[in-house]
């Protein structure tokens, strides 16, 4: 019944290659591990269950995209990109 938990903080900043807003969200990672030997990721965002930010590809600005996940910190130099 021994559970293998292991959970870490990371933040992910995006970019939205349609319209060019950028933002940043601070995600908790819970990796487990089942008791058939399956490692599995689960997301929180704020306390909130949240599907896997790698396959985010909607847009909180224009709902479109598609996004591009970039490092914290490198949103601005992205949109210096864009434009
Ligand atoms: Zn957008």
Known sequence: MERDTETVHEA???VCL???HGW????EIRHTTDLAGHR????FA???R???PLTRNDCP?????PI?????GRVNSARTYLA
């Open 68 to 72: 591009r996940i970039l490092r914290p």
């Open 18 to 20: 349609h319209c060019g």
């Open 24 to 27: 940043e969200e601070e995600y």
């Open 46 to 48: 704020r306390g909130v």
């Open 61 to 65: 600005s224009c709902n479109l995209g």
């Open 12 to 14: 992910y900043a995006f």
């Open 50 to 52: 949240v599907p896997s």
């Open 40 to 43: 599995r990721a689960d997301y």
